[in-house]
């Protein structure tokens, strides 16, 4: 009896050491690529602090454990090579708006039932690390509403103010929503609130409001709520954006219907995510012909989309060109149904942050969550993009930027008109670089400035009609000469001298010439062109500009060419 004791013993060893490694092997198969759900409630509300030193130190919400997630095991493209592939389909408008618009940081965009382009703007606010405190209340309440005006609506053709309001109400504007009913839907992050204004703001006062001002919270209240998005039916749905990170629905009059979300806050997303979790729901736009509601799901990178009608999950699009970060997106039909969007600047926390990245526009096709194109200001990068709204048609994109302060407008290349080289705004590139080439596939006439061929097809037919109307001086100055000359009868006629020295000059000073421009001006002693004409000849060998590395200098030195 005593002899089967160590048998058993080692065959329950083995049990044990055998469910061990399956339960270990599962675990690793299934941890959690985010931070589990983090109660948002007044009662075990955790403050932004708390919360990144937790994501720092790998401590979760309470009792929860947070597990950093590990990579997809796909294969990672070249980003940098990858983006340089994809096609530029929209040419920057660099003249729009007009000069005497003056804005502050810009953070939202949408359009009126005129087709106007409508924008919030902050005025002389910025968001700073400093402008709220642990608790998210509001720290510059003391200054009082902006009393400016914070909503812009400009003409889209020439991007000429035509109207403004929103003075003296506004504390932090973040998101604007025009709804078909030309009603204006707003929110305030440093109020905690959501607005209803009437079409152009009309009577000053909201027609609606929700949330309690200066009191963040969850319930019936909000903390820093992001976007608005209106049906047609006049429901509307709120993204309650950086702290309880949730969306919720209300009627027409105002009232809660559902809500739906959780916050998986991590600084780092992953191609796949848990449905329904939010780092930061920043955006929110209508897909009315498939009835769903996408968010941009800012720290994950990625848009969600649910159905309108009950806010159950439908979709999610990614993709790693995009990012890490994505800001807002836009919904247009055009080509069968495309999400326009804007990413942002990489801001990951964690052991990775060095990945490449690009800020551009995006259009994505719905139908096979492949991108189609990107844009930019003369095709390069922005620098803070914050939202996107896109035409019906899908001809116009604007983009409003926080940094630099400025509203972007975009239009499809099959329409961009031609611009000539005098007539194109001398704008700086968001690097500080002027663009002085287009983009690959885009046609020279639907460049806006600085297009290199023309630049040298200019200073070539200056330099041709100076080089001619300077022969053709020195043809009859040198025939006054022989007329008053006769003395000198046995030396070659100056005319023949002229023209030889001439006609090797000229070759010299071609800007696609097989011989060198400099010195294009030899000094000769039969012939002195500055002596006929009084003038030093200094003057003229500074004529030479090389026009085929001077365009090279001007990048260089970030020179800008009218």
Known sequence: MHSTNPHRRWSVIFLLATSFLQHTLSESQSSPRYLQNIDMSNNASINNNERLQQILKGAGAGSTQINW???????????????????????????????????????????????????????????????????????????????????????????????????NFFYMPHGLTVDPEDNVWLTDVAMHQVFKFAARGAGNKPLLTLGVAFQPGSGKKFCKPTSVAILDNGDFFVADGYCNARILKYSKAGELILTWGQNSFAGVSYDVAPQNYFAIPHALTLVPELELLCAADRENGRVQCFYSSNGTFHSQYHNQLIGDRLFSMAYTPAAGGELVIVNGPNAELGFHPDHYNEVHGFVMSMRNRQLVSKFGPNNLEFKNPHDVAVTADGNEIYVAELNPMRIHKFLHKSLAKPMSLSATKDVQSISGVPAEAPAAGVDASQTTRHHPSGKAVLVASLMLIFAGSTFALALLMARRRKRGNQAISSAAPPSDLVYRKLTASNQSCLPFGARSRRHAWEKAEGFKLGGLLDRDRNGFEKLDQQASDEEQETLASGASYA
């Open 69 to 167: 997630p590990q990579r997809s095991k796909q294969a990672t493209p070249d980003v940098k090579t990858e983006l340089a592939k994809l096609n530029t389909t929209y040419i920057y408008q660099n003249a729009w708006p007009a000069n005497n618009v003056k804005l502050g940081a810009v953070t939202a965009v949408s359009f009126d039932k005129a087709g106007n382009v409508v924008i919030f703007h902050r005025v002389d606010r910025i968001w700073s690390q400093d402008t709220f405190d642990n608790g998210n209340q509001y720290r510059e309440k003391f200054r009082g509403p902006i009393r400016e005006s914070t909503v812009l609506a400009l003409e889209p053709a020439t991007g000429r103010v035509q109207y403004d309001w929103g003075k």
